[in-house]
């Protein structure tokens, strides 16, 4: 069948008009959305009360201690020594064609000096996790509650690695000298209760060995006695939060805010839609100048309840946005952090360092990440070894026809 | 050249390509590479003599190629400096051409069986072992076979090998005439290194 | 842990060190006395007829090597000796001529030296020892050739010695090689029993090494102890050189001729007394000849520098065989009448007018100012002449004034020689027949000889006969020619030993070396000789060709001559004194 190109020219013009109506209508929705910000800037008790009182399924952004609209700068003055510290990670899936299930993390690390020493290591650890406690997330108290490490579950696990990871290495690299420690990812395991994970499973990668506890614990210690700096990067952050708040903010039944009882909702008419934008990134463009952050922000989502164990560890997670020039990136960042001052500038700065020497993203992270990329290669590589030893070991192996097809490409 | 054979030589480090004829080794320190024409003794596995035909720095993983880095005012150093993680992403290797291989104690001048091992370290001469390849001018004959051409480090391994005067000048005129021999068909060839080795 | 060498310390294997590849290969030929160390090249290419290419080694510089010189090749049991013919210079890398190092390209230079440039030697195999340690260890011919990459170098003066025949009653010396002190000997016995010829431009020193010839020839011809090994010789000597005295080389001194040296071994006949006493000649003896002497083959010898016609020639026949020997006055005595027509004699004889007048015209002009001839012979000085020769004296005829007179040389040799021509046969036919002696060895010495063994005249001569027949006769001919060319092929090749300095015409090169086997290397080699003082021998008296520096004609030479004479005879009186052996 071929595309009728008179039909597609008939349908076109009106297509573009579309567009080009929408794109006006988000300007000025962008344009109210602005007001809004700039109109509660100074209003953060306000803004406090809208968030705590609302009774929404969205996620929203509570400013920490900066104005709403904040726009800061990196600090002028920034150390010439200090060093940087990413862990990033990749994965190889539970494949149910190898004769042995299990999983392999790859954490990847980079550490550079700069200033008087200028200096650079690397390395990668691997972890391969067979039938074992964590592949199956058993659950102690009730051991038929079995869960295959899979997926969203292994991308969890992976990120609570990367922060033991990155607190390992901070504790092996952390001197007199600034070290900024960075991870690729969430910091937080938000979306924790919106997946069909087992409670056990959510303990063990929060509190368990290796876990996120541990870990936050250990930065925290090592921050105490050195100037170190923790964060988590996120690239191209599809975040709503703020943008959310602002909803609210315009919402007539405000402060007390209850969604599902919108008249609009449904229909495409609510109020807030005059200040609804698609995202937080679209926002902050506007609102940032290059290399600019701005305020703060703890999220909130009203009714959840895994989150709160952040606070009660004493790291609550904030965030706040940084224009790279290139994207609008959210860095996560625990409070003990956030607090002081002096740290949160340095944070900022070193950051921005690190992304203008990255073309835009951190470079350290970038090159954590090329020690984690488990390539094609290296995943042939593996499942071979993996076959061999099991083998010679005299462990049964049924492979699928997929797995033999693929394997035997031999003319 | 070291002068005493109790010296341990530098090891310079590691087989990672080989054939028969060539190798390649990475360094164990990028800023320690042997230089052109460095006579090299492959340790572990059959003893082979090579000298040292190229030395290149990459990027260790082959699928990111190096960029430029810094402004046109910016000095190396100031480079260097600024992005301390790109040395730590770099390996220097160096090629190595086989000159012979030692059999029982004896000095063969001609090629192996068998590749060095990947792996097998890889360091300097001693001044001994060197003695016994300028016995007789065979080995250039490979060094010669080589392609493309290592005519730069055949001259400089062959000034490095020279004695110190008064013996150079005839020890360099006797290499000269094996090339002469060896490369009759290649006059221009045969010039030029020549050339270099009278530098 | 390194690697040590247990050949670390081997000598170099490529031969790219000339010294220390000749140390290796002194195992590998039979141990001759360390010869090895004057190496100079290995064998690489060639043929027995055109020579061996020697690749010279590295370290022997062209220029250092001779041509002319000998060369022994060692080839295990076998040893060659050949003479350096060539030498060339050769390059591997052809670019090399167009694009040579620069002036200050030293190193350039030292490296090509000997690698890509080296030298050539062209060497022509002689003489072979088929046995060197063995039976067989007198040289050969060469027959075969020296297989490839066999050790070349300079022959040794003993070597030379030993192929050249040490000090005995067969041998004389003649001469030294041109770079040695050795002595190179002739084979008398050899050099007597056939024709020989002395070879070279002018001035080059034919006459100088005659006279050495002669007084050698002589001298052990004193020492034989048996009569057949005797020899006489018989000098026509057309410009008074070899009888008294004769001048130097160099034409500034005068040199003692043979009779001042040998005393009464030698006889000096004179046509020309007048000038034999003004150049202080003593001679033993006057030659007339007598118009009854002269025969109608002297004519066709002389025909031409006579100026006679063929009839005139048939004439003389005619004559002959009417008047025998009163044929010459009776030509003379010829008329033609006023009015042209012949006298009766004439017209008797079939002589036509025009052929009387060539006749007496050319009669007349030949008689004229030769002083010697007269009507009628007094006594048979001829015959005298040659009782001396058979009684073992040598004769040397002096021409005087008549030396440059062609027609008188040609003339006096011609009638001689046929009475000896006679009288030799005859004496020989008698001792084959009925027993009786042999008649000594003559060796008649003619000058100029190509005008009596010219191709044309060749057949008329008696020359011709005697180089053809007269061996079996025991006469040979020592010719002295500057125009070898110019001779008969047919006689040239009877020509056992041929003696020859400096020539530069082609075919005079062409005509010595004719009949002679390697003969492409010779003729550079004679084309190469000094002006002076250099010969080229080869033939039948010498076991291969040399290069000589011919002998000295000083006062040790004398000394040794009058030496040998006074132990070989009893003391002889002579006009001769030793304190004028020497005018100077």
Known sequence: MTLDMGQVVRLLPELVERARTDAHQREQRLDEALRLLHAAANDLAGVAHVVEAAETSWALALPYREPFDAAIAPPAELPTDYTVLAVDGSSIDVDRNLPLACFVINLGWMHICYGDKPAACYGSTVDIQPTSDELFMRDNDDPSRETMVRGEALSLLRSVREMAEAAACAARFADERPLLALIDGTLALWNVEKRDLPEAVVTMLRDGPRGARQALDSLRDLAHDHPVLFGSYVSRTGATNVANTLRLLACPDRPHVVCRRCPGKGKGERPCDAVGIASDALLMRALLAPWQRSAVFLPRRPGATSDTWYREAGHEIGFFYLNTGEEIARVELPLWIADDVHRLGLLHGLLVRQARDGMGYPLALREAHEQAVISSTDRQAFITLLSQTCEQSGIPWLISAKAWQKRVRAI | ?199 | ?584
């Open chain 3, 1 to 584: 842990m390194t690697y040590e060498n247990t050949n670390g310390n081997a000598p170099l294997r490529d031969g790219t060190d000339g010294r220390m590849t000749a140390e290796r290969t002194v195992s590998l030929w039979s141990a001759h006395e360390g010869h090895e160390h004057d190496s100079i090249g290995l064998v690489v290419s060639g043929s027995l007829t055109e020579g061996l290419e020697i690749r010279l080694d590295d370290r022997v510089l062209p220029s250092d090597v001779i041509v002319g010189t000998y060369v022994t090749i060692d080839a295990g049991t076998r040893r060659f000796f050949g003479m350096i013919k060539d030498i060339k210079l050769c390059t591997t890398i052809a670019q090399l001529a167009h694009t040579p190092p620069g002036p200050d390209e030293d190193f350039l230079r030292e490296v090509y030296q000997g690698t890509a440039v080296f030298g050539m030697l062209q060497v022509q195999p002689m003489l072979q020892i088929n046995d060197v340690d063995g039976e067989g260890r007198a040289p050969e011919p060469v027959k075969s050739v020296p297989p490839h990459f066999s050790r070349v170098r300079l022959s040794t003066q003993e070597e030379i010695e030993r192929i050249f025949g040490t000090e005995d009653g067969r041998h004389f010396v003649i001469g030294t090689p041109l770079d040695m002190e050795v002595k190179v000997r002739l084979d008398y016995k050899r050099f007597i029993e056939r024709s020989n010829g002395v070879f070279g431009k002018s001035g080059t020193g034919k006459t100088f090494l005659t006279r050495l010839l002669l007084l050698n020839t002589i001298q052990k011809s004193n020492s034989q102890k048996e009569q057949k090994d005797k020899a006489v010789c018989l000098v026509f000597d057309m410009h008074n050189e070899y009888g008294w005295k004769g001048t130097s080389e160099d034409e500034h001194r005068e040199v003692p001729g043979l009779k001042r040296i040998l005393g009464s071994d030698v006889a000096v006949y004179t046509l020309d007394s007048e000038s034999s006493k003004l150049r202080n000649s003593y001679p033993d003896g006057e030659i007339v000849i007598g118009l009854d002497q002269i025969e109608p083959d002297d004519m066709k010898l002389l025909q031409e520098t006579m100026g006679l016609s063929d009839n005139a020639v048939d004439a003389c026949e005619a004559l002959y065989e009417k008047f025998q020997e009163e044929w010459f006055r009776n030509a003379l005595e010829l008329q033609i009448t006023e009015k042209g027509e012949e006298d009766p004699t004439s017209r008797q004889l079939n002589i036509h007018a025009a052929s009387v007048r060539n006749l007496k015209r050319a009669l007349q002009k030949f008689k004229r100012g030769k002083d010697f001839i007269v009507d009628k012979a007094p006594e048979d000085v001829l015959a005298s002449l040659l009782k001396t020769l058979e009684n073992g004296r040598s004769v040397v005829i002096e021409f005087g004034r008549y030396g440059s007179d062609l027609d008188a040389y040609m003339l006096v040799a011609n009638i001689l020689t046929r009475r000896i021509h006679d009288r030799w046969r005859e004496k020989t036919e008698k001792a084959l027949g009925t027993g009786g002696e042999h008649p000594i060895h003559l060796i008649i010495v003619i000058e100029e000889a190509h005008k009596f063994l010219d191709p044309a005249v060749a057949g008329h001569t008696i020359f011709g006969q005697i180089a053809r027949e007269m061996r079996k006769y025991n006469v040979t001919l020592l010719v002295i020619d500057q125009r070898p060319s110019a001779i008969d092929p047919e006689v040239m090749s009877q020509f056992g030993t041929r003696i020859t300095c400096l020539l530069d015409n082609e075919r005079d090169i062409e005509a010595v070396l004719s009949g002679v086997s390697g003969k492409s290397g010779l003729r550079d080699v004679l084309a190469r000789l000094d002006s002076k003082q250099q010969a080229l021998i080869l033939g039948h008296a010498v076991p291969m060709p040399i290069v000589v520096r011919p002998e000295t004609y000083d006062q040790t030479t004398y000394a040794r001559f009058r030496e040998s004479l006074r132990s070989s005879q009893p003391a002889k009186s002579d006009p001769s004194d030793d304190s004028d052996l020497f005018i100077n």
């Open chain 2, 1 to 199: 050249m070291i002068d005493s054979p109790l010296v341990t030589a530098e090891r310079y480090g590691r087989v990672i390509k080989s054939t028969v004829e060539t190798f390649v080794a990475e360094c164990f320190t990028n800023a320690a590479a042997p230089p052109l024409g460095e006579l090299l003794v492959v340790e572990d596995g059959t003893p082979i003599i090579a000298i040292v035909a190229d030395i290149s720095t990459e990027s260790r993983d082959g699928t990111r190629p190096l960029g430029l880095h810094g402004g046109p005012e910016d000095d190396l150093q100031h480079v260097l400096d600024a992005n301390p993680h790109i040395p730590a992403l770099l390996r220097t290797c160096f090629t190595g051409v086989v000159a012979g291989y030692w059999e029982d104690h004896h000095l063969r001048q001609y090629l192996p069986s068998a590749p060095p091992p990947v792996q097998a370290r890889v360091r300097r001469a001693t001044a001994a072992e060197c003695a016994g390849l300028i016995a007789s001018f065979d080995f250039l004959r490979l060094l010669l076979g080589v392609a493309p051409h290592a005519d730069d480090a055949i001259a400089a391994a062959l000034r490095r090998l020279a004695p110190p005067e008064p013996e150079r000048r005839p020890f360099l005129v006797r290499a000269g005439k094996a090339l002469t021999v060896l490369l009759a068909e290649d006059p221009p060839r045969l010039h030029a290194l020549l050339r270099r080795l009278q530098g």
